[in-house]
């Protein structure tokens, strides 16, 4: 029992179950070197992914994600503001017809289909976004097989990760949470001040790393807490791969928002003098009323006349900028 090597693994056992009579010989036990109770600190962030001591779990994905290639949009000067710019646009049609399986190409382009170029579900013609042709539940059932028969070759189409099919790029932990080095004691002694019943806080009470939350009476054995810290990790490593999704959720909506504002801001500007007149207005409303009806659950009628309402009142008998009209655009689709 002299060696380094016996006393490491004594204190091994020991840590993990102090209750162990043959444990007495050997105290004060030293916390193992590699003990990091991460799943305390993913559960921490995937419900506070804000908190500044998730800076470095939680890695909000960046609004420009071409692939990284040479001079793709993300690095070009003339797309540091947006990739949605008239100087920028020309180096995006460049780099999606050079890179036609880049998805992020859809997704600028109004997502009329976001699964890989050339798939299924965007050459079935009943997966059309045209209202005569379009099949809600042949198109699903065209999609399901599809991202089945990937899991089955072992490939990935993003859209059909962020539909719910696995395997699924996010279902990866942040790399820092299986290194045994610069283990997120911050976020894990945040999570155990608002949850301390927990297993892995129990834990750590027992060992004495942090102060005991309850009497002596309710703690269990030490050894019996394993199963429900395993337990307890799955789960908050679940809930921080579906923050992941809602996260990508998120940017897909705000880029082909983006996209969309764009579009209509533009075809509404006729004269192109930056600005959009009540004079207008109505190529405006007719072009919303022309993307209204490729979206089966909006009736065209009663939305186009709250968008003109909209128009009208930020106006106030002039005209709208692109600011006003991003925030008109933003309600009018997320609200109205």
Not at 22 to 33: H, Q, R, V
Not at 89 to 107: G, K, N, S
Not at 120 to 127: D, F, M, S, T, V
Not at 241 to 267: I, K, N
Request: with cysteine.
């Amino acid at each position: 029992y002299k060696s380094e090597e016996c006393l490491a693994v004594v204190h091994a056992h020991c840590f993990i179950a102090p209750e162990d009579p043959a444990c007495n010989a050997f105290l004060p036990i030293t916390m193992p070197p590699e003990y990091c109770p991460r799943g305390l600190a993913i559960q921490w962030c995937a419900d506070n992914p804000s908190d500044a001591t998730c800076a470095d779990i939680v890695v909000e994905r960046p609004a420009c994600m071409f692939l990284e290639v040479d001079n793709n949009p993300c690095s070009v000067p003339a797309c540091a503001e947006s990739v949605l710019t008239e100087e920028c646009l020309p180096y995006v049609e460049a780099h999606c017809e050079a890179h036609p399986d880049d998805i992020e190409c859809a997704l600028y382009r109004l997502g009329d289909c976001l699964f890989l170029p050339g798939s299924p579900p965007c050459e079935a013609p009943l997966c059309s976004v045209l209202e005569d042709v379009y099949d809600s539940l042949t198109c699903d059932t065209i999609i399901d097989e599809y991202c089945r028969s990937l899991l089955q070759d072992g490939k990935v189409d993003p859209e059909c990760s962020f539909r719910g099919y696995s395997p699924s790029p996010l279902t990866v932990v942040p790399d820092n949470m299986e290194s045994t080095d610069d283990c997120p004691w911050p976020s894990i002694e945040l999570q155990c001040k608002h949850e301390p019943t927990s297993a892995g806080c129990i834990q750590m009470q027992l060992n004495g790393i942090m102060s005991r939350k309850l009497s002596p009476q309710m703690l269990p054995l030490a050894s019996t807490l394993d199963p429900q810290i395993q337990t307890e990790r799955e789960v908050a490593y679940a809930q921080f791969v579906e923050r992941g999704l809602v996260m990508d959720a998120d940017r897909r909506q705000e880029v082909m928002m983006a996209a969309l504002c764009h579009l209509m801001f533009d075809t509404g500007d006729v004269n192109q003098d930056g600005v959009i007149s009540v004079q207008e207005f109505a190529f405006v409303v007719n072009y919303a009323a022309s993307i209204i009806r490729l979206d089966r659950h909006l009736s065209s009628t009663t939305s186009t006349s709250a968008l003109h309402a909209m128009l009208d009142t930020a106006a106030n008998g002039e005209f709208v900028t692109f600011s006003d009209f991003e925030k008109i655009v933003h309600n009018f689709f997320v609200i109205g």
